[in-house]
């Protein structure tokens, strides 16, 4: 299989008041094409810092990140930035978009700012696509609405749409569902889900292991070290779900969780 994402031997070190901090300690894993990763562990483990890092939002201390096959931190600031743009998606717990804009211009902007989306052809194709994925998403109607005038739950899945308009090979998560009532977390994570089926790696951090059990695999880290990785296979929705968390509950309760 190949290889979307590969870590070796990754650190991550602060400084605070002339003491530092170990944040990742020598963390090795990789990623294969179309898998969906869930990354697991204690507050202060070093999930999310290993996640911005390996996306290139955060820099290593040392070690290799090779993402795509480019050794992305080996990469200046600004091709770092085309390939987060370009190639790379992002969800956050927090749900950032900006309140001049709709939600329909939140979606597109990505697109827009696009070295790759150029002339007017090129802008109404990807104003199909947004309108397509706002579709498949079930929030067509609030398209014109501002980000104060929508659900939580349709928030995140416009986020979704946002982070797949120009087509990622890889999908960042950070707790996509950790500020959503149940409700609203299924219907997001069917989302992520849908995508990943049609072909878009997502690598998520999650403290929530009934959203873990939607992933292929989990990764558990305790104290920025990788300390179990296991795998649930690829999950068809509503077949054995409630297994798949009984396995992933006891392989948790071994790790420590």
């Given at each position: 299989?190949?290889?979307?994402?590969?870590?070796?031997?990754?650190?991550?070190?602060?400084?605070?008041?002339?003491?530092?901090?170990?944040?990742?300690?020598?963390?090795?894993?990789?990623?294969?094409?179309?898998?969906?990763?869930?990354?697991?562990?204690?507050?202060?483990?070093?999930?999310?810092?290993?996640?911005?890092?390996?996306?290139?939002?955060?820099?290593?201390?040392?070690?290799?990140?090779?993402?795509?096959?480019?050794?992305?931190?080996?990469?200046?600031?600004?091709?770092?930035?085309?390939?987060?743009?370009?190639?790379?998606?992002?969800?956050?717990?927090?749900?950032?978009?900006?309140?001049?804009?709709?939600?329909?211009?939140?979606?597109?902007?990505?697109?827009?700012?696009?070295?790759?989306?150029?002339?007017?052809?090129?802008?109404?194709?990807?104003?199909?696509?947004?309108?397509?994925?706002?579709?498949?998403?079930?929030?067509?109607?609030?398209?014109?609405?501002?980000?104060?005038?929508?659900?939580?739950?349709?928030?995140?899945?416009?986020?979704?749409?946002?982070?797949?308009?120009?087509?990622?090979?890889?999908?960042?998560?950070?707790?996509?569902?950790?500020?959503?009532?149940?409700?609203?977390?299924?219907?997001?994570m069917k989302e992520i889900g849908?995508?990943?089926?049609?072909?878009?790696?997502?690598?998520?951090?999650?403290?929530?292991?009934?959203?873990?059990?939607?992933?292929?695999?989990?990764?558990?880290?305790?104290?920025?070290?990788?300390?179990?990785?296991?795998?649930?296979?690829?999950?068809?929705?509503?077949?054995?779900?409630?297994?798949?968390?009984?396995?992933?509950?006891?392989?948790?309760?071994?790790?420590?969780?």
């Amino acid at each position: 299989m190949e290889k979307v994402l590969e870590v070796k031997d990754l650190c991550k070190t602060y400084t605070i008041n002339k003491r530092e901090n170990k944040v990742l300690n020598n963390v090795n894993f990789s990623v294969e094409k179309g898998e969906m990763v869930a990354i697991m562990g204690p507050s202060g483990s070093g999930k999310s810092t290993l996640l911005y890092t390996v996306s290139g939002m955060d820099d290593a201390t040392s070690g290799m990140i090779r993402f795509a096959s480019k050794e992305i931190n080996t990469l200046s600031a600004t091709e770092m930035s085309d390939i987060r743009l370009n190639e790379m998606g992002f969800i956050f717990q927090q749900m950032y978009m900006l309140k001049n804009l709709t939600i329909f211009d939140n979606i597109i902007l990505p697109a827009f700012q696009s070295k790759n989306v150029k002339g007017k052809v090129a802008r109404k194709e990807k104003q199909a696509d947004a309108q397509a994925l706002m579709q498949k998403m079930g929030i067509s109607e609030i398209a014109e609405n501002d980000i104060n005038e929508v659900s939580g739950g349709q928030l995140q899945r416009a986020c979704v749409c946002r982070s797949l308009i120009n087509k990622p090979k890889v999908i960042f998560a950070d707790e996509p569902t950790g500020a959503l009532n149940k409700q609203a977390s299924n219907e997001v994570m069917k989302e992520i889900g849908r995508a990943n089926k049609e072909g878009t790696t997502v690598v998520l951090v999650t403290h929530d292991a009934k959203v873990a059990a939607k992933s292929d695999r989990v990764i558990y880290l305790i104290d920025g070290q990788i300390i179990g990785d296991y795998v649930l296979g690829k999950y068809q929705e509503d077949d054995g779900l409630k297994e798949r968390e009984r396995l992933l509950n006891e392989w948790l309760l071994e790790q420590g969780w």
